[in-house]
């Protein structure tokens, strides 16, 4: 049996609805782009394959449901994620502010362990919509926002022309996989019976 | 609707026996006092099912695949016929081979998985199949029968068909579904969609999943996946739990490394093993002598600080003894000698590995000192110390040493003494060895065990009784003879094998007297079962699948403890006649011709009883006093 160790990476795409996950996902998963606009309910899920350094990792991407009905999905989703990415429309500004909100509410349901250094990386979608005239968010805005945030990978993508989106998901692999680098012995208890006299002490001392 | 009693439409449910307390031993008295109450009051629906021809058979399995597959009624096994009954099987997924697919495999030349009693694994090839496949995949769409195990993160641990990472997005769907009910403060049971079933067992922070198609009851999948969680528990304990605590991410794959082949062997248990669903385990058929034997030689090591010691033949018990106040589940048992028999690396060397009990105590490690003496035979010591487990690798080092200078010089009647002298010495050529450590003991102890089993016959009967086989129905005893005459039923058949001219001529192609198919029994105090052997008609491992599942449905509908628990139950449908009866002693399990009289029929479980308790002594581990609490 193959004892070459792999891994599977978690990741959690969030964002204002409409912003582009779905197609940034799609572009990446399936090398494909739809102009139409198809919500996504609660959420979807893809997997892909990623070489990186000489290793294989499996990407388990969750794509989320952007609309706020959808939000009591919370904890469950976020939980055991390897990395979440942050997607924003540079055509709209409250779909940048909102942010804010998404890493909170990212960093509230999933608790992870080290929240300060917990891997983001952040995507402004969409630059190629009218060649870049309808922009609202300037880059420098956005870079500013990730270095007040403990330095987040930003990447200015378009779903549609699949530039930068290859990158921005090798950039996410590198980051889940750094996160999860970390590894304990695992040493469970032996049985001593000498001491314990009920040896069926699953928690039940009476 | 689905409980038994309340579609008893096209077969015969009878309730018979309202006597408490049966005595089974003293058959006419027995007999009389079954009076028979038919539920229905109709004793002969039977017959239309008896004889209805090809269009009653359909009409049956689309009302079997409309009602759902927890509905014991006689349309659920009606659909246990699967592809049996051609120019149906188009769409359906071949009911024969729940691993395989009907438009991929047929009867014959594919793969068969399941096996008789005796021999579980013979065409079953160990390990995991079409590892290509994922969600995407028609043939892995079409699987009856699938068992996931993920994290609470969505990671997914293991998948009985197809490659855990390409099922990652699946994987995420399930713990989607999951979550989304848990957050509305409910728990998610089971599903169903058309004739699949999808049923959640959610343990802490693992989740498991089975989706099937299989007609089996709610209850039995559910009690398959408290099977494979315990396996999983057997080999990393619910420790576990605390890695998710303090890292939700965490991935346990790594610490399952190389165990695909563990849960694929238990999963495929189901199958064939009986002991997956009564929660009995079963003995191998030895005289009662050698079986004290056996005995008093793992007696002595469970007094050396042995916990449990087992001497095993395949999944069957040939002795067990534990040390006081320590009992052994036999679904520990079960999957205990699953991990033991699935890896191949126990059968190659001696070997120590650390295990779990999860019915003894999930939350830590024992050890296993495993020693086969040939393919199917082996000795488990479990053991608390893990200092001896370390030690006890040098120890073996010295053994082998010793076998080599071909100078096993020991005294096994003088089992102490000269045996640790002769240790000693050789061990020291190389390491100091102190006679008076503990350690040092225990392991001597074991040596010993092992000698001394290899040089009794004990070793050599169970070969002989794995050859011979156990109880079979063509040699239940006809006449009910005064219990002095026939002291030992199975002994006499055991010199009636050894001419085999003579013993040919008995085996006659229809099973037993009166249509006895097949039995199980189970002993209620004792924990253990006796399954007679497969005969004709029920020869082919799918038949003898589908009468387990059909045995399986009935476990289900006497215990269901909505309607139940029951005493009895007659019930005949196109295959069988099947009878089960409850009592608080035992119950038992019998498989007839489906043209079988029911008065005859009863009169035969009666017979049945008679002789198991005939031969107990035989086919179960007696007076295994401080095996239970």
Known sequence: ?206 | MSTSSSSPSSDEELIFNPNPIPKPIDDELTLASLTLTESNGNGSVGESDRYGGAGVVLEAEREGEREGPSSPSSSGYAGERGSSSEGTSNSRIGDEDDDGIQEVINDHDGFVDGVGDSSPSASWVPGKRHVDEDDASISWRKRKKHFFILSHSGKPIYSRYGDEHKLAGFSATLQAIISFVENGKDRIKLVRAGKHQVVFLIKGPIYLVCISCTEEPYESLRGQLELLYGQMILILTKSINRCFEKNPKFDMTPLLGGTDVVFSSLIHSFNWNPATFLHAYTCLPLAYATRQAAGAVLQDVADSGVLFALLMCKCKVVSLVGAQKASLHPDDMLLLSNFVMSSESFRTSESFSPICLPRYNPTAFLYAYVHYFDADTYLMLLTTSSDAFYHLKDCRVCFILIQRNNNLAFDVTNKGSSCVATVVRYHSCFQPLDPANTTVQLWIQWLVATVVLLRSNVLSEVQRSMLEGGMRVEDLPVDPLPRSSMPHRLSQQRILTQSPEIFSESIVGIGGPTGLWHFIYRSIYLDQYVSSDFSPPISSPQQQKRLYRAYQKLYCSMHDKGIGPHKTQFRRDENYVLLCWVTQDFELYAAFDPLADKAVAIKTCNRVCQWVKDVENEIFLQGASPFSW
């Open chain 1, 1 to 206: 049996m193959p004892s070459r160790r792999r891994t599977l990476l978690k990741v959690i795409i969030l964002g204002d609805s409409g912003v582009g996950k779905t197609s940034l996902m799609n572009q990446y998963v399936n090398k494909k782009f739809s102009n139409q606009y198809k919500a996504t309910i609660g959420a979807d899920f893809l997997t892909k394959e990623v070489q990186f350094e000489d290793r294989l990792f499996t990407l388990q991407i969750w794509d989320t449901a952007g609309q706020e009905r959808f939000q009591s999905l919370g904890v469950a989703f976020y939980r055991g994620a390897d990395c979440c990415v942050l997607v924003y429309d540079v055509n709209s500004m409250k779909s940048f502010d909102n942010l804010n909100n998404w890493r909170e509410e990212f960093l509230i349901q999933a608790s992870p362990s080290d929240p300060d250094n917990f891997p983001f990386v952040v995507l402004g979608n969409k630059i190629d919509v009218d060649g870049g005239n309808s922009r609202v968010v300037s880059e420098k805005k956005a870079r500013a926002w990730c270095a007040s945030k403990g330095n987040i990978p930003y990447f200015e993508t378009s779903a549609k022309e699949g530039i930068n989106v290859e990158e921005a998901f090798q950039c996410i692999a590198k980051n889940a996989l750094k996160s999860g680098e970390e590894e304990e012995i695992y040493l469970p208890d032996t049985i001593d019976v000498g001491n314990s006299s009920q040896p069926r002490s699953s928690g039940c001392e009476c």
